[in-house]
């Protein structure tokens, strides 16, 4: 059972920060984590992509957070965290830590993809 642990959230003003984290883990599971990202749905809107970092720490984000936000990981304990500055509005949403797992079972070896519980980031103006 792989779980995807997120922390992290709240209320925020315009303009401050937040930080959100989420933990890849996996009891009695051999697993490689591909990639992480985080992404985030708005009422009423598409759940989007917001930043995503691979394996080999190529990073991806979205031209409205570029500059704003950074994505790091720590392999050591396959965590990724998102840091967010210069918070507007309209960034306010459900985040969803998204990873991408290289699972070794007996049968073989397979990629997989699992969400983690979304987290309320509200902006207020």
């Known amino acids: 059972q792989v779980q995807l642990v997120v922390s992290g959230g709240g209320l925020v003003q315009a303009g401050g920060s937040l930080r959100l984290s989420c933990t890849a883990s996996?009891?009695?599971?051999?697993?490689?984590?591909?990639?992480m990202g985080w992404y985030r749905q708005a009422p009423g809107k598409q759940r989007e992509l917001v930043t995503s970092i691979t394996s080999g720490g190529m990073t991806n984000y979205a031209d409205c957070v570029k500059g704003r936000f950074t994505i790091s990981r720590d392999n050591a304990n396959n965590t990724v965290y998102l840091q967010m500055d210069s918070l507007k509005p309209e960034d306010t949403a459900v985040y969803y830590c998204?990873?991408?797992?290289?699972?070794?079972?007996?049968?073989?070896?397979?990629?997989?993809?699992?969400w983690g519980q979304g987290t309320q980031v509200t902006v207020s103006s």
């Open positions: 996996a009891s009695g599971i051999i697993f490689e984590i591909n990639a």
């Open positions: 998204n990873a991408n797992l290289a699972i070794t079972r007996v049968t073989g070896r397979r990629n997989y993809n699992y």
